[in-house]
């Protein structure tokens, strides 16, 4: 499912139109991005599942192409963990 899918499905379930359903998911977007940005980033919605920041230690990989080994550096992500409801729902 593409952004546009879900603005137009949402719009349809809340009867709302689709410029006011892009709005909100671009504002939950947003506030997830700017809570996962502080230092114990960490976002949970209850049912559905938890976002959360990882670091990710820096760590030796390969070139696929030339099988000489490279070094790849420490990084954030973000990790999803489906909550209960989700989890049976799926």
């Known amino acids: 499912m593409t952004k ?3 603005v137009e499905k949402a ?17 939950f977007m947003s506030n997830v991005t700017k809570a996962l940005k ?4 960490k ?7 938890t976002f959360s920041k990882v670091r990710r230690k820096a760590r030796k990989g390969r ?7 490279i070094k790849i ?4 992500v973000v990790k ?3 909550g209960k409801k989700l989890r049976d729902a799926i």
């Open 63 to 69: 070139n696929p192409q030339t099988g000489e080994p």
């Open 11 to 27: 719009a349809k379930d809340a009867g709302i139109s689709k410029v006011a359903a892009s709005a909100a998911l671009n504002s």
């Open 38 to 41: 502080k230092k114990e980033g």
């Open 43 to 49: 976002v949970t919605l209850v049912g559905f599942g």
């Open 73 to 76: 550096k420490a990084t954030n």
């Open 4 to 6: 546009a899918e879900l």
């Open 80 to 82: 999803f963990r489906p």
